[in-house]
């Protein structure tokens, strides 16, 4: 039994040692900064491209709602084609930063755009919207077209 458990191979600390040594690596400061940051750059700029839009329907009007904290009603536009609806969001800043010790001069730019096209139904006026935004709250409300009601005969 001895000479089966001596045939098998044993554990060899120096793999043990490099695993260490890369855990070691991708866990100090800088790399893990970097990481950090290119996680924060691939999974905020996806999550906030998407806005977020409720629709409701009443007797006499469909309203779309959409919430948008933080942006200015200059950076949003609505565009109507056919039977479709489209919300644009875009923010722009541009930074300046100087430096009088160093002289140094720093400039940013950076601009996000998220867009969502809605189908709306053939039996409202799109043509007759009408937008409003207050506190952060988009708010669309589209007419509906004269509905007929047809009475029933005996």
């Given amino acids: ?10 554990k060899r600390p120096t793999q043990n040692n490099l695993m260490t040594s890369i855990d070691a690596f991708f866990s100090s400061s800088p790399i893990k900064g970097l990481l950090q940051q290119m996680d924060d750059f691939f999974g905020n700029s996806f999550a906030e491209a998407s806005l977020s ?3 409701r329907e009443t007797a006499t009007e469909l309203i779309i709602i959409c919430k948008l904290p933080g942006i200015k009603k200059e950076q949003i ?22 430096d009088e010790s160093t002289h140094f001069i720093s400039n ?47």
């Fill in 53 to 55: 839009v409720e629709t």
């Fill in 77 to 98: 536009s609505i565009e109507t084609f056919d039977k479709y609806l489209t919300i644009s969001v875009k923010n722009e800043e541009q930074l300046e930063t100087i």
């Fill in 1 to 10: 039994m001895k000479d089966e458990q001596e045939k098998l191979p044993q």
């Fill in 108 to 154: 940013s730019y950076s601009m996000k755009q998220a867009k969502r096209t809605i189908p709306v139904p053939p039996y409202v006026k799109l043509h007759a919207l009408q937008a409003n935004y207050r506190d952060g709250l988009l708010q669309i409300r589209i007419p509906k077209k004269n509905i007929k009601k047809v009475n029933i005969q005996d």
